[in-house]
C-alpha cells in the first residue's frame, strides 16, 4: 500500500501540474475516473500498463515515476555492493551508491597480481578518483601522475585517461561521478 500510496501522490501532482483534471484524464487515457482516482489515492494498483498509459498522457517520464516512487536508502553495506565489471579476476568495478541516485560511486580493485594498463577514452561527466590502497599511475592529455593512498584526481568530461597499478599487493581506488555511462 505504500509505494502505490507514493506512486499515486506522484500521479496526482503530475497531473494537477499539468492543470488537467480527472475527467480530461480519463478522456486522454480511456481509463475510468474513479479508477485513475483509486490509482491517485493509493487505493489499487495500477497495472504497468495503466501506468504508463497515464505517464504518456501526462508527459511524464514512466521510469524516472518508479524511480521517485522507490524507497531511499542511504546505506550501501561493503558485502552488500553490487559488482558492474569483472575482468578475468584481474579488475573488479563494484558500486558503492544506490544506483538509483544521482551521485553515483564505484570501488575499483586490481587484483595483486595484475599490472596491466585500464585505458578509458572518457566519460559523459567528470569524475573523481580517490586513491584508497596501492599507487598508480594516472595519465592524463599525456602526462603521467604519480598517485598514493590519499592522493584524488579529478577528471574532466570526454577526457581520455588510463592508469596502471605500481604496487605490490591488491590496489583500489573509488570513483565518484554525477552520473554513469
Known sequence: MENNSAIGNKLNLARKNAGVTLHELSVRTGLSVSCLSNMEHGVTSPSVKNLETVCTALEIDFIQLLNDTMSFNPIVRKDERKLIFRDSHRVQYRMITDSRQQL????????????????????????????????????????????????????????????????????MLYCVKTNMD
Open 104 to 171: 553515483k560511486g564505484s570501488v575499483l580493485t586490481v587484483d595483486k597480481d595484475y599490472y596491466g594498463e585500464e585505458v578509458s577514452y572518457g566519460h559523459t561527466c567528470d569524475e573523481l578518483l580517490i586513491i584508497e590502497k596501492g599507487n598508480f599511475v594516472v595519465t592524463l592529455e599525456n602526462k603521467e601522475y604519480m598517485l598514493s593512498p590519499g592522493d584524488t584526481v579529478y577528471i574532466r568530461a570526454n577526457m581520455p585517461h588510463k592508469y596502471r597499478k605500481v604496487s605490490n599487493g591488491d590496489a
